[in-house]
Nanobody, 122 residues
Framework: VQLQASGGGLVQAGGSLRLSCAAS????????MGWFRQAPGKEREFVAA????????YYADSVKGRFTISRDNAKNTVYLQMNSLKPEDTAVYYC????????????????WGQGTLVTVSS
């Protein structure tokens, strides 16, 4: 599976962005998908994840109520809608695909995209 993340950019605090992650390969629908982020000087952290059928979603406490993860298996794409953005959301955002039932731990994922930069100005 190859992953291509897009949709990052510069936005003012309080604004919104939608990230997309397009996957290649016929087995996309069998993978759980996650979004992680890494700010300068910090470790990669979990943001949100969605199970392979989309029935279960998981969020970091820091984004709960502001971010929404979704997937369209027909389009081999997972999305991250980010609302009410804050300067502390500034980071490179990565999408990942994993076969583990645990979707909140980075090292359990099998495939990673290249990342897209989100910058939130105050």
């Amino acid at each position: 599976v190859q992953l291509q993340a897009s949709g990052g950019g510069l936005v003012q605090a309080g604004g919104s962005l939608r990230l997309s992650c397009a996957a290649s390969g016929r087995t996309f629908s069998s993978y759980g998908m996650g979004w992680f982020r890494q700010a300068p000087g910090k470790e990669r952290e979990f943001v949100a994840a969605i199970s392979w059928r989309g029935g279960n979603t998981y969020y970091a406490d820091s984004v709960k109520g502001r971010f929404t993860i979704s997937r369209d298996n027909a389009k081999n794409t997972v999305y991250l809608q980010m609302n009410s953005l804050k300067p502390e959301d500034t980071a490179v955002y990565y999408c990942a695909a994993g076969s583990s039932r645990v979707l909140t731990i980075p090292y359990l994922y099998d495939y990673w995209g290249q990342g897209t930069l989100v910058t939130v100005s105050s």
